[in-house]
């Protein structure tokens, strides 16, 4: 029979326009979090993190925020270049564990 | 530094075969990881060790898998016997907790179990 794998959610964003990848955690006692890049046939690679207690992170064009209310990550990428192309995940990591969860991903697609 | 090394690259053999796979975490890191991505499940956790020593098996599906760290430059997980279920991309990632918390990943070993 056919196999039902998992069906990762896909944004297309025009080059040079920003990108907003949303992650929904499910852990309210998680205390820190990762966005991974992942490029195809690559490992994922660290893009940014964020503790529970703060609500923003800037990097070099990337911002991570953290909702802890509603128990949501987002990843803006600002100028979305095509070496932005990959697949995006979010992990968590459970408090009192070194036990980190990764989310399903996003591709992101960038369009010339 | 060369990162998280991972052999072999890709790996295929046959069903009811011993399959081990091999890591060498990032020099001074004390944490490292093993995880199975597969396009079913997405990324899972097998186990992490922490100083040589497993801390969470938990992720480890079957007694058919077993990990080892006989030290701190190198861990190998092996199946035995393999499965084609087993077939996946097999990372290892390892940290440094007293810097930061951060996951360095290696390039995975894509196994094809036939």
């Known amino acids: 029979g056919e196999s039902v794998g998992l069906h990762l959610p896909t944004l297309s964003v025009q080059e040079g326009d920003n990108s907003i990848i949303n992650c929904a955690y499910s852990n309210s006692a998680s205390d820190y979090f990762i966005w991974y890049k992942q490029e195809s046939g690559k490992g994922p690679q660290f893009i940014i993190d964020?503790?529970?207690?703060?609500d923003k992170r800037q990097g070099q064009r990337v911002t991570v925020l953290l909702n802890k209310t509603v128990k949501h990550l987002s990843l803006q990428i600002a100028a979305t270049q095509p070496g932005d192309s990959a697949v995006y995940f979010c992990a968590e990591k459970l408090s009192g564990t070194y036990k980190y969860i990764f989310g399903t991903g996003t591709r992101l697609k960038v369009l010339a | 530094d060369a990162g998280v090394i991972q052999s072999p690259r890709h790996e295929v053999t046959e069903m009811g075969q011993e399959v081990t796979l091999r890591c060498k975490p990032i020099s001074g890191h004390d944490y490292l990881f093993w995880y199975r991505q597969t396009m079913m499940r997405g990324l899972e956790l097998l186990i992490y060790?922490?100083?040589?020593?497993?801390?969470?098996d938990s992720g480890m599906p079957e007694d058919r898998f077993s990990a080892k760290m006989p030290n701190a430059s190198f861990s190998t997980l092996k199946i035995q016997p393999s499965e084609p279920r087993d077939s996946a991309v097999y990372f290892c990632a390892s940290s440094f907790r007293a810097t930061n918390e951060k996951l360095f990943f290696g390039s995975g070993t894509q196994l094809s179990v036939l």
């Open positions: 060790f922490n100083n040589n020593v497993p801390i969470d």
């Open positions: 964020i503790r529970s207690n703060m």
